[in-house]
């Protein structure tokens, strides 16, 4: 039983360069979420899908787009890469049962992201 | 700005001691989560704790809320080498008009052998 699976696990870019960060997931939740974990500033949400087709800004969408056109795979896009785009990203997912809030997070292993 | 905020920042004890960390928050909450995060790894869910509740077991962890002064406390009894890791209190919080999900900076705890 994979879970939430983040790939890749570790990239770095140059600044300007552009990437796809891919997440995967098999429990058949509904909504997905992308967060960056800083040192010092904790779990901030980037952006997240209530369902398949729909996508949501969270508290630091600048600088990021997402996709999801399956349900189980929410992708995270940074079309021009820059230093302070440099962190841990994190996706998750959750059930559908009202409101979400209520619901336990599931997370991926994490994706580490360089940009020099 | 972060809606939970948890205290200590870091805490080293001994194995077999118990361990306590706390959250505060800033607005009313209908729940508060609590997860672990080994290092190099990803938040595991721990507890879920809703706002008409004051306390939780779940095996040697044991959560407690109180709503009326906006904390929250996790205490892990007989704390193993294998708790070491940070933990996070989260909060539902309205963001942008809808209810999201919101992390504090962790507290990390390490248990000495």
């Known amino acids: 039983n994979a879970g939430v699976t983040q790939t890749p696990k570790f990239r770095v870019l140059k600044t300007g360069q552009s990437m796809t960060l891919l997440c995967a997931q098999d429990?058949?939740?509904?909504?997905m979420y992308w967060y960056r974990q800083d040192p010092g500033m904790g779990l901030r949400l980037i952006h997240y899908?209530?369902?398949?087709?729909?996508?949501a800004k969270g508290e630091v969408p600048d600088g990021y787009n997402v996709s999801r056109l399956k349900k189980q795979n929410f992708l995270l896009g940074l079309e021009s890469a820059a230093p302070s785009q440099t962190s841990v990203y994190f996706c998750?997912?959750?059930?559908?049962?009202?409101?979400?809030?209520?619901?336990?997070?599931?997370f991926g292993d994490g994706t580490r992201l360089s940009i020099l | 700005s972060q809606q939970g905020e948890e205290d200590p920042q870091a805490l080293s004890i001994q194995e077999g001691e118990n361990a306590t960390m706390n959250c505060s928050y800033k607005?009313?909450?209908?729940?508060l989560q609590w997860y672990r995060q080994n290092s190099g790894r990803g938040l595991v869910h721990l507890i879920l704790?809703?706002?008409?509740?004051r306390e939780k077991h779940s095996g040697r962890l044991r959560v407690t809320l109180d709503t009326s002064k906006k904390s929250s406390s996790l205490l892990i009894t007989a704390s193993r080498a294998a708790d070491t890791a940070s933990y996070f209190c989260?909060?539902?919080?309205?963001?942008?008009?809808?209810?999201?999900?919101?992390f504090g900076q962790g507290t990390r705890l390490t248990i000495n052998p």
């Open positions: 998750a997912s959750s059930y559908d049962r009202g409101d979400y809030s209520n619901q336990p997070q599931h």
């Open positions: 429990m058949n939740h509904e909504y």
């Open positions: 899908s209530v369902g398949e087709g729909t996508t």
């Open positions: 607005t009313s909450i209908n729940n």
């Open positions: 704790i809703r706002s008409n509740e």
């Open positions: 989260a909060t539902d919080a309205q963001i942008q008009g809808a209810q999201k999900l919101v």
